[in-house]
């Protein structure tokens, strides 16, 4: 496959070349039913060089969607205005028990509107200056034109005086980070079926943003965080205050200050601070790496070699045998391992190096919405368990039992390697 080149990584071209075999199969049936694209929207957003100098000084008379224009007709989310009043008396104001989380922006509040009669989260940004009323302002803009079930509906705004607040659909279960990582004793993890549906759900908001979208969006902060799950663990990204429009012409990249968030930056956007698709293709493998393993992208109370995500995979990226070993331990060996090897090879795929050996995310989604069609069934297939504190009976047992499932190859392989 051309655009899913992996560097020096047999074992993954293997299991990767079937999957998107299969799933461009799949895919080629789906494209066959669907309508044309006529739905393709078009964005009325200025190339930022000129435009954010402007939003800047009209602050935000500029904030009204209802220009944005598809095929001449208005589209996308009417962003309503709300009075600072309205949104206090939402939360009680700003009561702490409505108090949801805190990011680098400000705080996030459930609240309930009675305009609306909706339950809605707000964000109240901090109002330390410029920053702040710029990320509000490129985030107004963006998220007002876009429209997919994986994004994050925007309600609406309220920009009184100094008062920046963002009112969004509320999302019931949080976000994505909350159920990997330091999770109560008494709360269940997510299930192998669950983390391949977010995955392809995300990837999808995704391409909506790089390729559907016209002109299209670099997101630049894709991350577990902004990863918002709804009913059913139905995901949806959220926060563009730092997307930026893409590249135009024939230029592949945008300059931009370096932003984002440490742990999912893609290292030639760090270094150049020239953003392109592939520094979001990037993110999205180190947030399906997180998926996967259950660890943080950067996670300062381990020891030095594992903090980084990447860092600690890459290695094991390339020994089949460590493969199993790099499972969430919260699975509790309830995974497929042909599926856990795919996984594993879109993601490496996606962290690599080299921008341009990283997956176009219409290739992403074709793959992972493949994996999430093939459901795994505790009670069918088999539990596994790493070869750490398998038993060689236990191993003996699994091996047999994996002969028509084709999971035998990796017991055999444990079996050498087990460490
Ligand atoms: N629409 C929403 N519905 C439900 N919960 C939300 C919503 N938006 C945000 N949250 C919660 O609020 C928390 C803080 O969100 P916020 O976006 O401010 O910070 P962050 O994503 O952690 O970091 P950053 O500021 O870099 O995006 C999130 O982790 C999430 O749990
Ligand atoms: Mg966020």
């Not at 000129?50 to 589209?75: C, F, M, P, Y």
Request: hydrophobic share 35%; proline share 5%; glycine share 8%.
């Amino acid at each position: 496959m051309g655009c899913f080149r992996c560097n020096g990584a047999s074992v993954l071209e293997e299991d990767t070349d079937n999957t998107f075999e299969k799933a461009n199969d799949q895919a080629r049936a789906e494209k066959a039913k669907s309508s044309p694209r006529g739905s393709t929207k078009v964005l009325d957003v200025r190339n930022e060089d000129v435009s954010e100098s402007k939003r800047l000084n009209s602050e935000t008379d500029g904030l009204d969607s209802s220009g944005t224009s598809i095929d001449g007709k208005t589209s996308g989310t009417h962003a309503q205005t709300f009075t600072f009043d309205e949104l206090a008396a939402a939360t009680g104001n700003f009561r702490s028990d409505c108090f949801i989380g805190e990011g680098g922006f400000g705080k996030v509040y459930k609240g309930h509107l009675e305009k609306i009669n909706q339950v809605v989260a707000i964000k109240q940004l901090d109002r330390n200056g410029l920053q702040g009323t710029k990320e509000f302002i490129v985030e107004v803009a963006m998220l007002s034109l876009v429209d997919h079930p994986n994004l994050v509906k925007l309600i609406g705004f309220c920009a009184e005086r100094d008062q920046r607040l963002l009112v969004y659909e509320y999302m019931p279960l949080g976000s994505l980070d909350k159920h990997l990582h330091d999770l109560p004793p008494n709360k269940k993890g997510l299930d192998w079926n669950m983390r391949m549906r977010i995955a392809a759900g995300a990837a999808r908001g995704l391409e909506y943003l790089h390729d559907k979208l016209k002109p299209p969006i670099i997101y630049r902060d894709l991350k577990c965080s902004n990863i918002l799950l709804g009913e059913d663990y139905h995901p949806k990204l959220s926060d563009f205050g730092l997307a930026k429009v893409g590249p135009s012409g024939d230029k592949t990249h945008v300059s931009t200050r370096v932003m984002g968030t440490y742990g999912y930056c893609a290292p030639d956007y760090a270094m150049t601070g020239q953003l392109t698709f592939k520094s979001d293709i990037y993110s999205f493998g180190v947030a399906l790496l997180e998926l996967i393993t259950g660890r943080k992208a950067f996670d300062p109370s381990k020891g030095p070699k594992e903090q980084n995500l990447v860092a600690w995979a890459r290695p094991l990226f390339r020994d089949r045998k460590k493969f199993s070993l790099m499972a969430d331990p919260m699975l509790g060996g309830g995974y497929p391992l042909r599926g856990l090897y795919q996984a594993l090879a879109i993601a490496a795929m996606c962290v690599q190096e080299q921008p341009n050996m990283r997956p176009a995310i219409a290739d992403v989604v074709t793959a992972l919405s493949y994996l999430a069609s093939q459901k795994y069934e505790p009670s069918i297939h088999n539990i596994h368990t790493s070869s750490k504190n398998r038993s060689p009976s236990n191993i003996m047992t699994k091996s047999s039992e994996d002969k028509s499932t084709g999971h035998r190859r990796l017991m055999r392989d444990e079996e050498v390697g087990g460490s």
